[in-house]
């Protein structure tokens, strides 16, 4: 079925989203990401950039994260998700401007942690005032 628009749309970053997901082999778990993302952290998405973040406890492994298995009800690990040992905001994805991020962030956490699906995989943990003052200022 081809999808007709009635209005051309300008470019979004969403797009780049939905092309990310399709490419790392994750498109079944697209509507998931969003979904909790909105409902526990933050989802935003316009021309300027778009970010799924949550609030996570730091000591989490990136796969159990990744699964969402800290608020999984049925796991082990559901005792450390929505609870107050959130100590990190833990970004599934951003493009765009990443001082986008710290301008639209609900509240500050003690730290902020995020991976590239390129090069080095490996969860990256940083302080989040530092990484604020480097692009936001």
């Known amino acids: 079925m081809t999808e007709t628009r009635i209005v051309p749309l300008p470019p979004c970053n969403f797009e780049d989203f939905l092309l990310h997901m399709k490419d790392s082999g994750a498109s079944?778990?697209?509507w998931t990401f969003v979904e909790m993302c909105a409902r526990f952290g933050f989802f935003h998405s316009c021309p300027r950039g778009t970010i799924l973040?949550?609030?996570?406890?730091?000591?989490?492994?990136k796969d159990d994260l990744l699964a969402f298995n800290d608020i999984d009800p049925g796991h082990a690990l559901a005792s450390t998700g929505l609870t107050d040992r959130h100590d990190t905001w833990h970004v599934l994805y951003a493009s765009g401007d990443p001082s986008f991020f710290f301008?639209?962030?609900p509240y500050d956490l003690e730290f902020i942690s995020w991976h590239r699906n390129k090069g080095n995989k490996r969860l990256k943990t940083h302080n989040f005032n530092t990484i604020r003052e480097r692009f936001h200022g």
């Open 28 to 30: 079944e778990w697209t």
């Open 103 to 105: 301008s639209l962030c």
């Open 53 to 61: 973040a949550r609030p996570v406890n730091s000591a989490i492994d």
